[in-house]
């Protein structure tokens, strides 16, 4: 009789379980997508980019020469004496290092830019998704990394970017 009755007691439970998920608002959400995507943010990019231009060139005419050091290496090493093979090989190596300090700190400094992007356009986001939660009654939202699969029409990135599109300060 009381095995019958949990028996009971779990067959409801799963049977009220499934009918609350089924009235339940689930929405997936890229935050990061979402406001780096938008028309503010991308200016951000662009300007940050712009920033750091003179150092990636800088880094790029490193890297060339530390090729041509390599390549001169390689084609003169035979006839050139053990010093001019060891200062080659000492340049080449400094170089190495310069650009690996400098490259790790560029990387550092655009995330950093980034960072700096999400949490100006935090406040401007949070604003929007409240509104979208309202409007749409949502009730959970998921991260899209947090998923194995999730069907695109439960995704609102687009719509929350658009949204932040249209709001203008």
């Known amino acids: 009789m009381i095995r019958k009755i949990a ?27 979402a406001i780096m995507e ?15 231009e003179v150092e990636q060139s800088e880094l790029r005419k490193m890297a060339e020469n530390m090729q041509s050091l390599n390549a001169k290496l390689q ?32 990387q550092k400094e655009a995330q950093d830019k980034r960072q700096e992007i999400l949490q100006v356009l935090a406040p401007k986001f949070d604003t929007v998704l409240k509104d979208i939660i309202q409007i749409d009654q949502i009730d959970l939202i998921l991260a899209p990394n ?16 658009e949204k932040l599109n249209e709001q203008r300060d």
């Open 7 to 33: 028996q009971l007691v779990v067959v409801s439970a799963l049977l009220s379980a499934t009918t609350v998920y089924a009235d339940m608002n689930l929405v997936v959400l890229d935050s990061v997508r």
């Open 38 to 52: 938008s028309d503010e943010a991308k200016v951000l990019i662009d300007a940050a980019n712009t920033e750091m």
């Open 75 to 106: 084609t003169d090493g035979e006839v050139m004496s053990a010093s001019e093979q060891r200062k080659v090989t000492k340049d080449i190596e400094d170089i190495q290092i310069d650009l690996q300090f400098r490259s790790q700190k560029l």
């Open 146 to 161: 947090a998923l194995q699969y999730a069907n695109p029409k439960h995704d609102i990135t687009r719509r929350v970017t």
